[in-house]
């Protein structure tokens, strides 16, 4: 019986992170907003500072962070960010002010960032080549699954109260997540396989210590990635991208109930639909991601978006809230894992980390505008139809940027 390539194992144990990531903080983060709304009379204004603390923590720490996946490996990382994670929720029990609730989201936002997505997306990328879109979707994967166990939190918040709920995610993270870390491996020559599990070309010690060096020295450094239009077009893309998703995510269900007419039970319905098709992206991207031109997928996708965003904008009747639910959730599923691969393409592994950090501070910069582009329009017209259409239009822009991109040479 064949042995199975280390690196799934790895796809597993990552997609088992990025599910307590999901389901402890980026799904559960609105029922935390208001129960605390609930029990202190805190305004919603002031706990939304809390979601701008994610975005610009993401932005701070990037290149930071990806100074030490490149200096220290993943693995190690990883288990600090478990012991972090830990921690802020620990805090976060305790909290019983507006200076201390942004203290422990602070605490959680840097674990969450070194368990997430980031340093996970190089760790497969030094694992798979040929099929790295395939193992970047699975694991993404755990995202879209952590939506599924948010009705379990709730009901441990309402049965045993949120200050003790938090406790029990601590140690939850500890005993799920330190053993999904050890699994994690700088390179594939660590457990003895090659990249993407393909047959071992070298028989000598000397001959195995020069296939590392020259894989590690394939790419451009991070200086060198800097200096092309490519790295550009790609982050700006990925930031208008994202500026498209937050502000749905923040606005999409207030513009169902207010401008509308849905009641928040049909609105909340949309929005399911919706996480069942970035589901179903995740596993096209699977299956397409390393057939196809990533960074033409990468576009279309930008499309759908900017469709969406129209129906949801202007719609009329339930089908048209559909088409944008399945438009923007099959767009945002298919084209984010695909981000991380088209990098990796093109500039190599060499200094990935440092590249991913470096354009995370562009990303940010569209997680903080999106929301708040919605939210002054609305506040400037009274609904969100020309906030919803500027970015529409943002979002065709994306798909220009990712048609541009060329790999440096």
């Known amino acids: 019986m064949p042995k199975i390539y280390y690196g799934w194992r790895m796809v597993a144990a990552s997609a088992g992170l990025q599910f307590l990531i999901s389901a402890l903080l980026m799904q559960a983060f609105g029922v935390y907003v208001a129960v605390l709304s ?5 305004s919603r204004t002031a706990l939304a500072g809390g979601a701008a603390i994610q975005s610009l923590e993401g ?3 990037g290149p930071v962070l990806g100074w030490l996946i490149d200096r220290f490996g993943p693995r190690a990382v990883v ?11 620990l805090a976060f029990s305790t909290v019983d002010t507006i200076p201390g609730f942004y203290a422990a989201v602070t605490l959680i936002a840097i674990g969450g960032s070194m368990i997430g997505y980031f340093p996970l997306s190089v760790c497969l990328m030094h694992f798979f080549e040929r099929r790295r879109a395939r193992a970047l979707s699975l694991m993404s994967l755990g995202l ?10 709730s009901w ?9 709920t938090c406790v029990g995610a601590a140690g939850l993270i500890l005993v799920m997540g330190w053993p999904l870390a050890s699994i994690l491996r700088r390179h594939p020559r660590e457990v003895g396989q090659e990249v993407d599990g393909e047959p071992r070309q070298v028989t000598t010690p000397q001959a195995a210590v020069a296939c590392a060096l020259t894989s ?4 451009l450094t991070a200086a060198q990635a800097l200096r092309t239009q490519a790295f550009w077009l790609l982050a700006v893309g990925h930031s208008l991208a994202l500026l498209v998703v937050t502000a749905v995510n923040v606005h999409a269900i207030s513009h169902m109930k207010q401008a509308l007419g849905y009641s928040l039970a049909q609105a909340s319905f949309i929005i399911t639909l919706m996480t069942i098709a970035q589901g179903a992206g995740m596993l096209l991207g699977a299956a397409v991601g390393d057939r196809w031109s990533k960074r033409h997928i990468a576009a279309l996708c930008m499309l759908a978006h900017m469709v969406g965003l129209m129906m949801l904008a202007y719609a009329t009747h339930v089908s048209m809230l559909a088409v944008f639910a399945v438009l923007h959730g099959m767009a945002w599923g298919l084209r984010g ?14 200094e990935i980390g440092m590249i991913m950090g470096l354009s995370a501070v562009v990303i940010s910069i569209g997680q903080v505008v999106g929301p708040l582009v919605a939210g002054v329009v609305y506040d400037w017209t009274g609904h969100y139809q020309i906030g919803f259409l500027v970015l529409a239009l943002l979002a065709g822009a994306g798909s220009v940027m990712f048609l541009r991109a060329r790999p440096p040479a």
């Open 38 to 42: 609930a029990e202190f009379g805190w």
């Open 59 to 61: 932005a701070l720490i």
């Open 79 to 89: 288990r600090a960010g478990v012991i972090v994670f830990a921690l802020g929720f």
């Open 144 to 153: 879209a699954a952590g939506g599924l166990a948010l009705p379990l939190l």
């Open 156 to 164: 441990s918040i309402a049965a045993f109260g949120w200050r003790t």
């Open 216 to 219: 590690r020295e394939e790419g």
């Open 337 to 350: 894992p695909l981000m991380q691969a088209l990098r990796a393409d093109f500039f190599g592994v060499r």
